[in-house]
């Protein structure tokens, strides 16, 4: 199939730092129907306090300047937006889906994966990021614009992961810690930062866990918020209740006890967590490579034991969207998770630039499809409501963005992480046929992405 529309359109428009895609509207519905399970490219950065200037600088075609609105009109330098990293095959830096049958892109299907409306915002003028707070390199599609809403600070930085509990917004900051809880040396630590922010970004309470803190879930059952950390290695699982005055004393941490065959152990970390129908599941990332591991887990909890039951292997089967026959994947990078708009648990399978969509999870009539797409997703939102709030965070930068514009209920935005073939960039997703549409670029590290409808 094809994979970018307009390749060369689409590195002309990153390289004067425009943005392409006029597709807005609703993406089409998955319906899975097979067994299957996907795997990613682990994007979360680590290191000290994110620098907000961009680490992959780009170089201009041309003397391109974007207008900014305001009292006076200035033309901002887009010299400093981040490169595109695209090399000539379009590798997407994963052998992904190579036994789906709905393959990842390669030198031969390089040009289908972007929309092909990308030159209209080479002609078409972006909206510059004027005295929002928001760094010059970050380029709108006009009809979007971004501002500042939180920033970490020098006692907590790196954020990754967010999300809302009704109330309240969840930041996990990770600091300067390894991603399997080895020593890191000099200037590393051993613990991150929950931030629990009110809506305006007031900080209303902080909270420490161990490790490198990658997965964040408010449970809306059991109104608490769970994190994971190291997802590379030496695990660790936490509870927090907000309820619960004093920092220390709200943070539980949990045995990780793994149900079922010790081989499917997968050797790993764990990565995010989502609730779905009152059930608990977590992804099983950095797999070791063995055939048959676990890569998605139902988690059930019995005082301070977690115990992980595996729901998806990583050579179970799906159905490629658009296909009729399952094929095995070969899971590589099982990162985040989030839920469709019909209900479908949806693995994030980042590194294989996948999206396996699960009916019915850790039930006898459990089945899967997996989509492909452009490059490596991160955190996909699904728009229920035309109104709400669009928050991005970006952990190189130090800061998490809100996305303002015109929603389409429907419609499927994805995050792109910094190490995928397209980074920094906020996209839509055609979940017919995996293309991406660039909204915004220049982002350093885009991690987490969240949607909280309007009530």
């Avoid at 299957?36 to 992959?56: F, I, M």
């Avoid at 300047?65 to 330098?77: N, V, Y």
């Avoid at 095959?89 to 990308?118: F, H, L, P, Y």
Wanted: charged share 15%; proline share 6%; hydrophobic share 40%.
């Amino acid at each position: 199939m094809n994979y970018v529309r307009n390749w060369s359109a689409l590195l002309t428009l990153l390289a004067v730092a425009g943005c392409s895609g006029d597709d807005s509207s609703p993406a089409g519905n998955t319906n899975p129907d097979a067994a299957a399970e996907g795997g990613q490219a682990d994007a979360t950065t680590e290191g000290g306090q994110a620098d907000a200037t961009p680490d992959r600088p780009m170089e201009a075609a041309g003397d391109a300047t974007a207008e900014a609105s305001g009292d006076a009109a200035r033309e901002t330098s887009l010299d400093g937006a981040p490169e595109a990293s695209v090399d000539a095959a379009g590798d997407t830096g994963a052998d992904a889906g190579s036994d789906s049958g709905d393959a990842g892109a390669t030198d031969s299907t390089a040009e289908a994966m972007v929309d092909s409306t990308a030159e209209a915002m080479v002609d078409s003028p972006a909206e510059a990021m004027v005295d929002t707070g928001v760094p010059a390199s970050v380029i709108a599609e006009p009809g979007y614009s971004v501002t500042l809403w939180a920033s970490g600070t020098g006692a907590y930085f790196n954020p990754d992961s967010i999300d809302y509990d009704g109330v309240h917004y969840w930041v996990g900051y990770q600091n300067k810690t390894t991603k399997d809880g080895s020593d890191g040396g000099a200037g590393f630590g051993t613990t991150s930062t929950i931030v629990e922010y009110a809506a305006d970004a007031t900080v209303m309470a902080m909270y420490s866990m161990p490790g490198h803190c990658d997965g964040l879930r408010f449970d809306p059952v059991g109104h608490k918020v769970w994190a994971t950390s190291n997802e590379d290695g030496s695990p660790h699982l936490v509870s927090i209740d907000p309820s619960v005055a004093d920092a220390s004393a709200a943070v539980v941490e949990y045995t990780i006890v793994l149900a079922g065959d010790a081989s499917t152990d997968h050797g790993g970390g764990y990565d995010d967590v989502r609730f779905l129908n009152g059930s608990m599941f977590i992804a099983a990332s950095n797999p070791s490579g063995a055939a048959h591991v676990q890569s998605l887990d139902m988690v059930t909890i019995n005082g301070t034991t977690a115990t992980f039951t595996p729901v998806l292997y990583t050579d179970s089967l799906a159905i490629p969207v658009g296909g009729d026959a399952p094929k095995p994947l070969s899971l590589t990078d099982p990162d985040s998770i989030a839920v469709d708009d019909q209900g479908h648990l949806v693995l994030v399978s980042q590194g294989d630039s996948q999206l396996i969509f699960i009916s019915n999870p850790g039930m006898p009539s459990q089945s899967q499809s997996v989509l492909t797409v452009a490059t490596q997703p991160e955190d996909p939102v699904w728009i229920t409501k035309a109104t709400g709030r669009m928050l991005l965070v970006d952990g190189k930068a130090n800061a998490i963005y809100e996305i303002h514009t015109t929603f389409t209920v429907g419609t499927v935005f994805t995050a792109i992480p910094y190490d995928s073939t397209l980074p920094g960039i906020l996209a839509t997703v055609d979940l017919t046929s995996g293309v991406l549409s660039p909204k915004i670029i220049g982002f350093n590290n885009p991690t987490g992405l969240i949607f909280v409808p309007s009530p």
